[in-house]
């Protein structure tokens, strides 16, 4: 399960900060249309790329 909620959106609606949390799990996510950072406050995470599937 996972939630998100988006507290700032620039006025160009260029930018967004966003707040998103999970359940353990998996999921499949296609970010290639946008730049993200991310910064992990607890738990683990897997990343892994599709263009690049041995790359962790």
């Known amino acids: 399960m996972a939630s998100s909620r988006v507290p700032f959106k620039s ?3 260029r930018v967004e900060i966003g707040i998103w949390e999970c359940t353990p ?3 499949t996510a296609d970010r290639s249309a946008a ?3 991310c910064h992990f406050i ?3 995470i897997r990343m892994q790329s599709h263009y690049h599937p041995d790359a962790r």
């Open 11 to 13: 006025l160009d609606e």
């Open 25 to 27: 799990g998996r999921f």
């Open 35 to 37: 730049f993200e950072f």
């Open 42 to 44: 607890s738990g683990k």
